[in-house]
């Protein structure tokens, strides 16, 4: 199967689109009726692009007139915001978001109300640093950060005796053999 990305096989528009203010939104317009809501908030026409030639079906939407669609859709989102855009979808019930950057994450609401972010210390630089927390956090079992990513061999003369059993001695042999550090 060849990659498609974010965009839909079997329907459109279903695709991550670029905006006119260099962000992204993602948009999903399933089905008739919501493809002709989109169609309305787009400015698009059903007569020029009508659903069941473009909108639906590999072969259509690969099709000449199903790809002139798919253009059309990213000329309508280069020439507006992200927030024009999920403003209009919005208003006529279509599925559409603003992609987020990292940094829109690390401000977002509902990702700090669920505390999806923590902060810890990196190993190899000291350094303190905000990374992403356990998602989804179990009642049970929430999981924890309880440091960062080791440095490289940090844990190996641990795992080598204490999990797998490696002597001191065995341990002393690998180093001078070069097999670890």
């Not at 000329?75 to 019930?93: M, N, Q, T, V």
């Amino acid at each position: 199967i060849k990659r498609s990305g974010n965009k839909g096989l079997g329907t459109q528009p279903w695709n991550m689109y670029k905006t006119g203010d260099g962000q992204y939104v993602m948009i999903g317009a399933i089905g008739h009726k919501v493809f002709s809501r989109f169609m309305d908030a787009a400015g698009l026409s059903e007569v020029d692009f009508p659903y069941v030639e473009v909108g639906t079906g590999k072969e259509n939407i690969n099709s000449e007139k199903g790809k002139l669609f798919e253009q059309a859709v990213c000329d309508w989102c280069s020439g507006h915001s992200a927030e024009e855009i999920e403003s209009a979808l919005r208003s006529h019930k279509v599925a559409c978001s603003k992609v987020n950057s990292p940094a829109d994450c690390l401000v977002n609401p509902q990702y700090i109300a669920r505390k999806d972010f923590v902060n810890t210390i990196d190993e190899t630089t000291g350094m303190d640093i905000t990374v992403v927390g356990i998602i989804p956090k179990m009642s049970k079992t929430p999981g924890m950060i309880w440091r960062g990513a080791p440095s490289l061999g940090q844990d190996t003369e641990r795992i080598l005796t204490d999990i797998l059993g490696y002597s001191e001695n065995d341990v002393q042999g690998f180093r001078r053999m070069g097999i670890i550090n």
